[in-house]
């Protein structure tokens, strides 16, 4: 406790404050920069993780999105971008609240805890995911719609590669190891923890194309109270360094799938304009003229973009083209 002022030291701190000796402006802006320093708590939502252990499941998450875009690459065959956008602290009812109905929840079992986890895909991200994986183009649909049980089916396959991804992101801090459950479309069939307990809701942007979804992750904190005991910044940022022989052996496995992937390969001999006049009267026998001649260059296309410059011919009775160069920036504007 601090001591109490005698009254001669009173009288004699007015006399400094009338006489100017001591700054009463200066006393009264320390005073209010140490009210500026207190911070309120809610005690109805208390914080269960510290700063450093928010981060470090941030960074771990980082982890687990760039390695699950690799894999989606190579299964969509379209361009893949997966960010982490948040890590809260919520209440469980506040996250079921927050699921959209109808929704994609995949329940998975902590492998050696008596707790359970949620993986929330938006309606649309799987969807576009079975589009994908089919053959088909990515679209949003207008309004979500539950799963058929097919395209349940289609998806378990994903979903059980990226428990298997997550698991192995976690290695890095402890040995968990997560197990599909089961598949339910609506946030109030899923009970995985009382009301009141906290969870750690970790939320992703998947870009498919050009499309953005939205996907997140639930844990609650007692499945991970053994796990959070331990998380150190220190210690994730020490096992989450990528040796040079592992770079090397990703850079690899890239190239390889790269190099596997089909592209289509197009030729073109011409072009030709009609009218739709010319186009009804059109009968067997008749020429359509082209606009190349039989001695110009051809165009061979890569995917959807005219690449090289060919010549046509045929090769074991077969119809060929020879490339003779790759077209420049110029040959495109010339067109």
Same mark, same amino acid.
């Given at each position: 406790?601090?001591?109490?002022?005698?009254?001669?030291?009173?009288? =004699?701190?007015?006399?400094?404050?009338?006489?100017?000796?001591?700054?009463?402006?200066?006393?009264?802006?320390?005073?209010?920069?140490?009210?500026?320093?207190?911070?309120?708590?809610?005690?109805?939502?208390? +914080?269960?993780?510290?700063?450093? =252990?928010?981060?470090? !499941?941030?960074?771990?998450?980082?982890?687990? #999105?760039?390695?699950?875009?690799?894999?989606?690459?190579?299964?969509?065959?379209? @361009?893949?971008?997966?960010?982490?956008?948040?890590?809260?602290?919520?209440?469980?009812?506040?996250?079921?609240?927050?699921?959209?109905? &109808? #929704? %994609?929840?995949?329940?998975?079992?902590?492998?050696?805890?008596?707790?359970?986890? *949620?993986?929330?895909?938006?309606?649309?991200?799987?969807?576009?995911?079975?589009?994908?994986?089919?053959?088909?183009?990515?679209?949003?649909?207008?309004?979500?719609?539950?799963?058929?049980?097919?395209?349940?089916? *289609?998806?378990? +396959?994903?979903?059980?590669?990226?428990?298997?991804?997550? #698991?192995?992101?976690?290695?890095?801090?402890?040995?968990?190891?997560?197990?599909?459950?089961?598949? $339910?479309?609506?946030?109030?069939?899923? =009970?995985?923890?009382?009301?009141?307990?906290? @969870?750690?809701?970790?939320?992703?942007?998947?870009?498919?194309?050009?499309?953005?979804? #939205?996907?997140?992750? %639930?844990?609650?904190?007692?499945?991970?109270? +053994?796990?959070?005991?331990?998380?150190?910044?220190?210690?994730?940022?020490?096992? !989450?360094?990528?040796?040079?022989?592992?770079?090397?052996?990703?850079? $690899?496995?890239?190239?390889?799938?790269?190099?596997?992937?089909?592209?289509?390969?197009?030729?073109?001999?011409?072009?030709?304009?009609?009218?739709?006049?010319?186009?009804?009267?059109?009968?067997?026998?008749?020429?359509?003229?082209?606009?190349?001649?039989?001695?110009?260059?051809?165009?061979? *296309? @890569?995917?959807?973009? &005219?690449?090289?410059?060919?010549?046509?011919?045929?090769?074991?009775?077969?119809?060929?083209?020879?490339?003779?160069?790759?077209?420049?920036?110029?040959?495109?504007?010339? $067109?």
């Amino acid at each position: 406790m601090k001591d109490v002022l005698s009254q001669q030291e009173i009288d =004699q701190l007015l006399a400094s404050i009338q006489s100017g000796e001591v700054p009463v402006d200066q006393l009264i802006q320390q005073g209010t920069q140490k009210h500026k320093e207190v911070q309120l708590y809610d005690f109805r939502r208390p +914080n269960r993780l510290s700063k450093n =252990q928010l981060r470090t !499941i941030q960074t771990l998450h980082e982890n687990f #999105s760039e390695s699950l875009s690799y894999y989606l690459v190579s299964q969509l065959q379209t @361009v893949v971008t997966i960010n982490v956008i948040s890590v809260d602290q919520l209440f469980y009812s506040e996250y079921i609240l927050s699921v959209a109905s &109808p #929704s %994609c929840l995949y329940v998975f079992d902590v492998v050696g805890t008596e707790g359970s986890g *949620i993986l929330e895909l938006s309606p649309q991200l799987a969807l576009a995911i079975v589009a994908r994986l089919l053959g088909g183009e990515v679209e949003i649909t207008r309004s979500p719609r539950v799963l058929s049980a097919i395209e349940q089916t *289609i998806l378990r +396959n994903v979903v059980e590669h990226i428990m298997r991804q997550l #698991s192995e992101t976690w290695q890095v801090i402890y040995p968990l190891k997560f197990r599909l459950d089961r598949y $339910e479309s609506e946030a109030d069939f899923v =009970q995985i923890a009382p009301s009141s307990e906290i @969870v750690i809701v970790v939320v992703f942007d998947v870009t498919l194309g050009t499309h953005t979804f #939205s996907m997140s992750l %639930c844990y609650p904190t007692f499945t991970l109270e +053994n796990v959070l005991a331990q998380i150190g910044w220190r210690h994730l940022t020490a096992g !989450i360094r990528v040796s040079p022989e592992k770079q090397k052996e990703d850079r $690899e496995l890239i190239r390889r799938r790269i190099e596997k992937t089909q592209l289509p390969v197009v030729a073109e001999l011409g072009h030709a304009y009609i009218t739709v006049k010319e186009l009804l009267e059109l009968k067997e026998g008749d020429v359509i003229k082209l606009d190349t001649r039989i001695d110009d260059e051809l165009r061979l *296309i @890569v995917g959807e973009r &005219p690449k090289f410059a060919v010549r046509p011919g045929v090769l074991d009775g077969k119809r060929a083209v020879r490339i003779l160069r790759e077209l420049t920036s110029e040959d495109l504007m010339e $067109e």
